[in-house]
T-cell receptor
Framework: KQEVTQIPAALSVPEGENLVLNCSFTDSAIYNLQWFRQDPGKGLTSLLL?????REQTSGRLNASLDKSSGRSTLYIAASQPGDSATYLCAALSGTYKYIFGTGTRLKVLA | SQTIHQWPATLVQPVGSPLSLECTVEGTSNPNLYWYRQAAGRGLQLLFYSVGIGQISSEVPQNLSASRPQDRQFILSSKKLLLSDSGFYLC???????????FGPGTRLLVL
């Protein structure tokens, strides 16, 4: 049974800092892994999707990596801004249609 | 471009009352559709998914049901709500099985 864990649960950093969010999964047989952003009381916004054959994906200041063998993915945010404050969720697709979500990392970037 | 709508945005219902939440997708055809629930302090839980009209798969046994009467419409229902049904309900769509999932704005349900 796939389990997805995100550590830390919460993180506060000063503006401008580079930071890494971690996601680990127990079953390495995944089809892809997706990172999302969720603002309070809102739906999820897709940030990056990494296929199982890929090692990383980049979008602007965001870079996501995937290491299936170790069961880990990281989301790197460069030069963080207060507008990056949100909860970041990762989700692993290891079944037919079923994404297993982590409980998220709540990020606060201080101005 | 594709958009996904959910309504209502917020709902307060008494225990034992019925429920109907609606989700519609625009700008695409034959999407895969999903219903998730996000309870406070917990991750998202997949409730139902659908690959086509009238095709519904349930992930979790519960007093909820889902229907897909039209290609781009997905409805979550209950005949009698329980306190434990409270939560944030999210609808999502994807173009295919392993494609990016796009989420709607969600419905916050409070059962009293």
């Amino acid at each position: 049974k796939q389990e997805v864990t995100q550590i830390p649960a919460a993180l506060s950093v000063p503006e401008g800092e580079n930071l890494v969010l971690n996601c680990s999964f127990t079953d390495s047989a995944i089809y892809n892994l997706q990172w999302f952003r969720q603002d309070p009381g809102k739906g999820l916004t897709s940030l990056l999707l990494i296929q199982s054959s890929q090692r990383e994906q980049t979008s602007g200041r965001l870079n996501a990596s995937l290491d299936k063998s170790s069961g880990r993915s990281t989301l790197y945010i460069a030069a963080s801004q207060p507008g990056d404050s949100a909860t970041y969720l990762c989700a692993a697709l290891s079944g037919t249609y079923k994404y297993i979500f982590g409980t998220g990392t709540r990020l606060k970037v201080l101005a | 471009s594709q958009t996904i709508h959910q309504w209502p945005a917020t709902l307060v219902q008494p225990v034992g009352s019925p429920l109907s939440l609606e989700c519609t997708v625009e700008g695409t055809s034959n999407p895969n559709l999903y219903w998730y629930r996000q309870a406070a302090g917990r991750g998202l839980q997949l409730l139902f998914y659908s690959v086509g009209i009238g095709q519904i798969s349930s992930e979790v046994p519960q007093n909820l049901s889902a229907s897909r009467p039209q290609d781009r419409q997905f409805i979550l229902s209950s005949k009698k709500l329980l306190l434990s049904d409270s939560g944030f309900y999210l609808c999502a769509w994807s173009a295919g099985q392993r494609e990016t999932q796009y989420f709607g704005p969600g419905t916050r349900l409070l059962v009293l």
